[in-house]
Structures are given as C-alpha cells and as structure tokens.
Nanobody, 123 residues
Framework: QVQLVESGGGLVQAGDSLRLSCVASGRTSSNYRMGWFRQAPGKDREFVATLGRSTDTTYYVESVKGRFTISEDNAKNTVYLQMNSPKVEDSELYYC????????????????WGQGPQVTVSS
C-alpha cells in the first residue's frame, strides 16, 4: 500500500506561481512513477504531467508546457508540480498519482491517488 499526501494548493493570482508537493509513504520504491492529474466539476480527470521511466524524462499535457514543471526528490519521496504563470482555466482539483512500472499518463492505469487539493487561479 502506498499513501500520497499533497500540499500547496490554494488561491493564486493569474501570472503568479504556486508549487504543489506530494509525499509518498508506505511501500514506496523506485518502481513507482509519479504524476499529476486534474479534474474540474463535471469533467473527467485529465493528465497534467508525469515523470517518465528514466529520471530525466518528463511528459506534459500541451496546455501546460513551458509553464508547469514536474520534479522529484527521491531522498524525501516527494514529487513537485511547479506552476508558473497559472491561468484562470488551470483552476481545478489537482491529484497526485502513482503508477507502478510506468509513467502516470492515463487515469485507468493509476495504482494510487492523493486526495486532490483545490487550486484556484484568480484573474
């Protein structure tokens, strides 16, 4: 069992920055790759960013490329999502995700989810 605990959500102004953190505990190992998804009310959960199989590989949804950065600190079992220049349309619940043996690209393939803190971007 793996537990994911996120922090860092809240209210931010458009154009500012915000960093989400996700700490993994339990049966964590290098076999799990971490990522971020988001979900708006009444919509499906969508992929945002993930770490790839290798430590220097990352993937992003097109709408956040150049603005968001995913990174990890293995010593702390923590993955981050740095959100620069957020837009009002980035206002959603953000979920940390863990997938065993592969990048966290599709919701159906995720093994564990975090609780989903709200990020609200004001204009």
């Amino acid at each position: 069992q793996v537990q994911l605990v996120e922090s860092g959500g809240g209210l931010v102004q458009a154009g500012d920055s915000l960093r989400l953190s996700c700490v993994a505990s339990g049966r964590t190992s290098s076999n799990y790759r971490m990522g971020w998804f988001r979900q708006a009310p009444g919509k499906d959960r969508e992929f945002v960013a993930t770490l790839g199989r290798s430590t220097d590989t990352t993937y992003y949804v097109e709408s956040v490329k150049g603005r968001f950065t995913i990174s990890e600190d293995n010593a702390k079992n923590t993955v981050y999502l740095q959100m620069n220049s957020p837009k009002v349309e980035d206002s959603e619940l953000y979920y940390c995700a863990a997938r065993r043996f592969g990048p966290a690209l599709h919701p159906a393939e995720i093994d564990y989810w975090g609780q989903g803190p709200q990020v609200t971007v004001s204009s």
